[in-house]
């Protein structure tokens, strides 16, 4: 297995039209994807995923910087010479064979005895959980099986490098899409394989990664743990993509001792004020649902808000909530209760901003 | 108003998909039939509507005590939001929105159908995008025209086949949110809505319908399908994310009953002993009630190997081996565990279910007593 590095990467597909003006598909992409780690590449549609994954798996060439393996650098090799194994949405294997011919397949073509192939091929089916089906007709199979053993037939070769999963699960039936999505994570284990899954689904990368890359408008805006996107996003943009309901980010102005919105001040203490190391001006509030604390009892330092929707969630209630007696009805923040606080529409709450929960962002960067 | 169905089968070819079914729906409802894909809730939704007949000679369909089994879908008077955006790609928003109001019978002057577009397009916060194409916006953007266009025509009753089925993540949570703002808003006429998500049926409906094998296995309003599952199916699909299931002995101790899993894993059932005559049951959980942190004093505390951690929005959803029994728990933020190692975990024992093994019935509701 390997180690993947993109250097100053970037693409352009206007230079191959000849245009002047160009657009970068992904610009300047500086990034590690670690030996045996489960990696992955999130952002919404049109980010540049799609162009990032096929640079790494060779079938296109970057306009500008180098791809390495292992430190070799590959650029000019073709997706054969790079050994990185793809799974992509629509399952890849021939409905004609059995299960055991299609993961026998890349063996059989690099001319392995088949005395290994048996041996290679009963290790893949049993990490996929596929011994029983081996003698099975392939067309027989269900969307989930299919995909798992297009997965086995890439990772089967001794010499594939790793792994690339192109938003693996979006034809697979619902019903089994779950089931599938935890058995990718156990086989990524299980084989200790270098992968990188490329998806807009929160959850499946989440789920999957130990680092995520998050893309946004042809760069990668943030590298990070699921915990440290979600405890400290580099944007506000990142902190309303990672979790659900996003943070809520507010327009404000920084002051002295505090915070003014639009329709409310936030009080610092002097510590707090003193860590943030800008001066007044322009800035933005970001403030998790989960973090504000909503009362149904006035406090000092609370400020009134009144409920306009109530999600029950099951383990919680979400509240959508807007500035008490304020004609702007556009400026909504949403917060989290406890699902046994009652609550209903039309009432008053009183929230509570702690500290310790806030982000400050300045052009779209965090600062503090 | 209400819609009445009685007695209602549908089959596909030799296939008997709905089973005699009966139901009432009243005037105020939101009522979402809640199943897995593959249940029949598109079909009852579509019969329902209009678009369906059930099998001759096998079910009616009331709207306002009228029958209306042989009534055309278009001389109903209803409005229908499907699963894949369908819009009119050669309209506009703004025309798009406005079309039922161009064909309908009565006909409307300029500046009244001007107000209602507006109106509609308000509700779905759609106001800014009325010059552009169907093809111009987003996934999100595009439901969300298909959702005005049902609602312009202020019909009594609104069918919504899993409008959200198609959506990212992102734009699900916004949209759900959305509806749930312009339904409540409007408490007249009926909303049917078929929909695999249990979050769904739970943030937006009065009423909850849970199909299984082609009956409605059980229909009643929210609050109480969801606290109290009649049965085993619907508590392990009625819940987010799905209950936990455990097998337990009723055992005695020192004039104490208690269902046993374990001996650790233990709750006193005095309370409802009389309810008890059976030697085994089924313990639901919900992963709520399961914690990789102290939820409360009296809190049951066993070890658990960690198998597998999901994020799903803002929670963690944590995957464990204790004993034989593999278990789900929930922490309430997003927190990495090491995959095999063991970790503490905090069962609340004044938060179960019990459930009869055989008849698979709900038999009790602990809702935190001691």
Same mark, same amino acid.
């Given at each position: 297995m390997a180690r993947i590095e993109f250097k100053n990467v970037s693409h352009s597909f206007e230079i191959a039209e000849g245009k002047e003006k160009l657009e970068w598909a992904v610009n300047d992409i500086n990034i590690i994807w670690e030996d045996g780690v489960a990696n992955a590449l999130l952002g919404p549609s049109g980010c540049g995923k799609t162009t990032m994954l096929n640079i790494i798996s060779g079938l296109l060439m970057p306009s500008e910087g180098k791809v390495y393996i292992d430190g070799k650098d590959v650029t000019e090799l073709s997706t054969r010479e790079r050994h990185i194994a793809q799974v992509?949405?629509?399952?890849?294997?021939?409905?004609?064979?059995? *299960?055991?011919?299609?993961?026998?397949?890349?063996?059989?073509?690099?001319?392995?005895?088949?005395?290994?192939?048996?041996?290679?091929?009963?290790?893949?089916?049993?990490?996929?959980?596929?011994?029983?089906?081996?003698?099975?007709?392939? =067309?027989?199979?269900?969307?989930?099986?299919?995909?798992?053993?297009?997965?086995?037939?890439?990772?089967?070769?001794?010499?594939?490098?790793?792994? /690339?999963?192109?938003?693996?699960?979006?034809?697979?039936?619902?019903? !089994?899409?779950?089931?599938?999505?935890?058995?990718?994570? #156990?086989?990524?284990?299980?084989l200790n394989i270098t992968a990188i899954y490329v998806t807009h689904d929160q959850h499946e990368a989440l789920t999957f990664a130990d680092e995520v890359a998050i893309m946004k408008d042809g760069r990668i805006v943030q590298v990070g743990s699921p915990h440290e996107l979600y405890s400290d996003p580099e944007s506000p943009f990142i902190g309303y993509f990672i979790g659900s309901p996003g943070m809520n980010i507010l327009d404000g102005k920084l002051n002295k001792s505090n915070l003014s919105l639009k329709e409310f001040d936030i009080e610092f203490s002097k510590d707090f004020r003193d860590k943030i190391k800008i001066k007044n001006g322009e800035c933005q509030l970001g403030i998790r649902p989960e973090a504000i604390i909503t009362s149904k009892v006035k406090t000092k330092g609370t400020i009134p808000f009144e409920i306009i929707i109530v999600e029950n969630m099951g383990s919680y209630k979400i509240l959508t909530l807007i500035k008490k007696n304020e004609s702007n009805r556009n400026l909504r923040i949403k917060s989290r209760t406890d699902i046994d606080m009652s609550v209903s529409k039309g009432e008053t709450v009183y929230l509570k901003f702690p500290e310790e929960y806030l982000k400050i962002f300045k052009d779209n960067h965090k600062i503090y | 108003m209400?819609?009445?169905?009685?007695?209602?089968?549908?089959?596909?070819?030799?296939?008997? #998909?709905?089973? %005699?079914?009966?139901?009432?729906?009243?005037?105020?409802?939101? *009522?979402?039939?809640?199943?897995?894909?593959?249940?029949?809730?598109?079909? /009852?939704?579509?019969?329902?509507?209009? /678009?369906?007949?059930? &099998?001759?000679?096998?079910?009616?369909?009331?709207?306002?005590? *009228?029958?209306?089994?042989?009534?055309?879908?278009?001389?109903?008077?209803?409005?229908?939001?499907?699963?894949?955006?369908?819009?009119?790609?050669? !309209?506009?928003?703004?025309?798009? #929105?406005?079309?039922?109001?161009?064909? =309908?019978? %009565?006909?409307?002057?300029?500046?009244?159908?001007?107000?209602?577009?507006?109106?509609?397009?308000?509700?779905?916060?759609?106001?800014?995008?009325?010059k552009h194409y169907p093809s111009e916006t987003s996934g999100g953007q595009q439901q969300r025209i298909a959702i005005a266009r049902a609602l312009v025509?202020?019909?009594?009753?609104?069918?919504? &086949?899993?409008?959200?089925?198609?959506?990212?993540?992102?734009?699900?949570?916004?949209?759900?949110?959305?509806?749930?703002?312009?339904?409540?808003? %409007?408490?007249?006429?009926?909303?049917?809505?078929?929909?695999?998500?249990?979050?769904?049926?739970?943030?937006?409906?009065?009423?909850?319908?849970?199909?299984?094998?082609?009956?409605?296995?059980?229909?009643?309003?929210?609050?109480?399908?969801?606290?109290?599952?009649?049965?085993?199916? *619907?508590?392990?699909y009625f819940s987010n994310p799905a209950m936990n299931f455990l097998e337990a002995k009723l055992v005695e101790e020192d004039n104490n009953y208690f269902l046993e899993v374990t001996e650790k894993?233990?709750?006193?059932?005095?309370?409802?002993?009389?309810?008890?005559?059976?030697?085994?049951?089924?313990?639901?959980?919900?992963?709520?009630?399961?914690?990789?942190?102290?939820?409360?004093?009296n809190d049951i505390i066993i070890k658990g190997m960690v198998e597998l951690v999901e994020v799903v929005g803002s929670d963690t959803e944590l995957h464990f081996k204790y004993k034989n029994f593999q278990l789900l728990s929930l922490s309430q933020k997003i927190e990495s565990f090491k995959i095999g190692n063991l970790v503490d975990i905090f069962i609340d024992p004044s938060r179960f279910y019990v459930f009869d093994k055989d008849t698979r019935r709900l038999v009790y509701r602990m809702a935190g007593e001691e």
């Open positions: 992509f949405q629509f399952p890849v294997i021939y409905d004609s064979m059995n *299960v055991y011919n299609n993961l026998a397949f890349p063996l059989v073509n690099a001319k392995v005895s088949s005395s290994k192939i048996r041996a290679k091929v009963e290790k893949i089916a049993e990490i996929l959980g596929l011994v029983d089906y081996l003698e099975f007709p392939s =067309s027989k199979l269900n969307s989930a099986e299919k995909q798992k053993v297009s997965l086995g037939r890439g990772i089967i070769r001794d010499d594939t490098v790793g792994i /690339l999963l192109d938003e693996p699960l979006t034809v697979i039936d619902p019903k !089994m899409r779950g089931e599938l999505r935890r058995q990718l994570k #156990i086989i990524q284990r299980e | 209400s819609i009445r169905i009685e007695n209602v089968n549908k089959s596909f070819g030799k296939h008997l #998909i709905l089973k %005699n079914i009966s139901l009432e729906i009243k005037d105020g409802n939101f *009522v979402s039939f809640l199943a897995p894909t593959g249940s029949g809730k598109t079909t /009852l939704l579509r019969i329902m509507a209009g /678009l369906e007949r059930p &099998d001759k000679g096998h079910g009616k369909i009331f709207y306002d005590d *009228v029958d209306v089994t042989d009534v055309p879908v278009r001389e109903r008077n209803i409005s229908m939001v499907y699963q894949d955006f369908i819009n009119y790609p050669s !309209m506009t928003v703004y025309e798009n #929105i406005a079309s039922p109001l161009r064909v =309908s019978k %009565n006909k409307m002057s300029k500046k009244e159908i001007d107000e209602k577009v507006r109106e509609a397009a308000d509700l779905l916060s759609l106001s800014d995008l009325f025509k202020g019909t009594k009753y609104i069918f919504l &086949d899993e409008p959200l089925a198609n959506l990212d993540y992102k734009l699900r949570e916004e949209l759900r949110g959305q509806l749930k703002e312009t339904f409540s808003s %409007n408490k007249k006429g009926i909303i049917i809505y078929a929909t695999a998500d249990p979050i769904d049926a739970l943030i937006l409906s009065s009423h909850v319908g849970f199909l299984h094998e082609g009956k409605i296995l059980q229909y009643d309003i929210l609050d109480k399908a969801y606290n109290y599952p009649q049965y085993l199916e *619907v508590a392990s894993l233990k709750v006193k059932v005095d309370k409802f002993k009389e309810k008890l005559d059976k030697r085994e049951y089924l313990l639901g959980i919900r992963a709520q009630a399961i914690s990789p942190h102290r939820q409360r004093q």
